[in-house]
């Protein structure tokens, strides 16, 4: 199975920047899409982005476009997310997750979609 590791969560004022990383291993050669999901206190897991591991399709939720970006290195078995201009309502727990099956009409913003989660790794955006 794939194994899952979040890393470069930390604390920033709002406007401020991070990247996170998620470090895999394992069955790392059948990974089809890797996606990143954030869930507040008292909230629902949302979805943040995701990338296919071939080709170039990248998917955004659609309130984050434009400051949120997802990328990847396959050599090194690693997914990345860049995040500008943070606002006080991206503070979340971010967790990336895998999934290794082909899918018919995939839908990447929903969990259910996935086979394996990282720990998640928390963010704080302070004003």
């Known amino acids: 199975q794939v194994h899952l590791v979040e890393s470069g969560g930390g604390l920033v004022q709002t406007g401020g920047s991070l990247r996170l990383s998620c470090a895999a291993s394992g069955r790392t050669f059948s990974t089809y899409v890797m996606g990143w999901f954030r869930q507040a206190p008292g909230k629902e897991r949302e979805f943040v982005a995701a990338i296919m591991w071939s080709g170039d399709n990248t998917y955004y939720a659609h309130s984050l476009k434009g400051r949120f970006t997802i990328s990847r290195d396959n050599a090194n078995n690693t997914v990345f997310l860049q995040m500008n201009s943070l606002k006080l309502e991206d503070t979340a727990v971010y967790y990336c997750?895998?999934?290794?099956?082909?899918?018919?009409?995939?839908?990447?913003?929903?969990?259910?979609?996935?086979?394996?989660w990282g720990q998640g790794t928390q963010v704080t955006v302070s004003s």
């Open positions: 997750a895998n999934r290794w099956r082909r899918g018919r009409n995939l839908d990447v913003a929903r969990p259910y979609e996935y086979d394996s």
